[in-house]
């Protein structure tokens, strides 16, 4: 990406315009989001970044060569938004620190605009989830949780039921089915005192059957009532791809973030590139002792080693699991990968 002080002939893909000295006019912004570049307004402390279709406001305080920071961030292959959260958090002589990467939450930027956070933060969980499979359907809780397994995330996918496609009645049918398997997943959690099953987007159902608790994507969370789920005592996961998001979800005094994906994953479809065991390091780090982290995507037996080495404590994992020939021996060996 380049990064433009003044207007280019020819704005479009690949350029970040900043305005330092005055708001940019709103036609000439329009112009130049319309023609695919990225659009920073800097002018004031609240920073606007217009990038990808969405605005994203932050709050910071910038020190005085914050713009080469945001440059360098952007050369090491961040998104803009997540460099821009990156060159606030930066101060001037952290280069000369043994480690200079921002690891100083206190230091990085507000999220401005966002729904509002719950009174009180969400239930706790474990600050060690260990090893977290996410599964297709209740069987597979009941097939695990007698395995030792205690975590374990229900991520069952309607197949019309909201989609607006498919004849009224197939979508009552589908969204009974899908209640009755929610239902007997959080039956299945309860039969074991220590088991924690999470419900991956289906917040109602789970907030009705009164589950452990619930995961979300970024995407839910101006949709979902947040307060309910938090007054009702569920733990809420939240996933994120980077560190605008990581801001985001602590916004809402999550009891865990998923942190992903670490690696590439067929699951399913990603908004980011994988963050790979670097960045999930630097994430770790910055969330220790503040909230629980799950690191997630692509992670198998061979790479779970590597990836506990960052300091995270928790891994979810799918293929690894359910598409193990042997389930009870594939358990049992990424088990004791947290037992080491």
């Known amino acids: ?14 350029d970040v315009i900043v305005a330092t000295d005055a708001q940019p006019h709103a036609a000439d912004a ?19 970044l217009h990038h990808g279709g969405e605005v994203r406001s932050l709050d910071g305080a910038p020190c005085d060569d914050w713009i080469a920071a945001f440059a360098a961030f952007i050369d090491c292959g961040f998104a803009p938004h997540d460099a821009l959260c990156l060159a606030l958090a930066w101060r001037h002589g952290d280069e000369l620190a043994d480690d200079p990467w921002p690891c100083d939450l206190s230091r990085f930027p507000r999220v401005l605009d966002l729904p509002d956070a719950p009174v009180q933060p969400f239930a706790a969980c474990p600050a060690a989830l260990g090893l977290y ?28 039921a909201g989609t607006g496609t498919g004849t009224a009645s197939a979508a009552v049918d589908d969204l009974a089915a899908l209640r009755a398997e929610v239902s007997r997943a959080i039956a299945v959690g309860r039969r074991y005192d220590d088991a924690r099953v999470f419900i991956n987007d289906h917040w109602q159902l789970a907030l009705d059957e009164g589950a452990y608790g619930v995961h979300l994507g970024q995407q839910d969370l101006r949709v979902a009532d947040i307060g309910a789920l938090a007054h009702a005592g569920l733990r809420l996961g939240l996933s994120t791809h980077g560190y605008y998001e990581i801001l985001v979800a602590l916004h809402f005094k999550p009891s865990y973030v998923a942190l992903g994906a670490v690696f590439p994953t067929t699951t399913k479809a990603m908004p980011t590139a994988p963050q790979g065991l670097v960045r999930l390091a630097h994430y770790v780090r910055l969330l220790d002792g503040v909230v629980p982290c799950v690191a997630i995507g692509g992670i198998d037996l061979q790479t779970l080693d590597a990836v506990l080495a960052t300091g995270v404590r928790s891994a979810a994992l799918v293929r690894a699991v359910t598409q193990a020939k042997d389930v009870e021996k594939a358990v049992f060996a990424l088990q004791s990968e947290f037992a080491r």
């Open 30 to 48: 329009a112009r130049w989001i319309a023609a695919g570049a990225a659009v920073l307004d800097a002018s004031a402390r609240v920073m606007r």
């Open 1 to 14: 990406m380049r990064i433009c002080l003044a207007p280019p002939p020819q704005p479009g893909p690949g």
């Open 133 to 160: 499979p996410v599964v297709p359907a209740a069987d597979w809780v009941e097939r695990l949780l007698p395995l030792g397994v205690r975590t374990v995330q229900l991520r069952r996918k309607t197949g019309g």
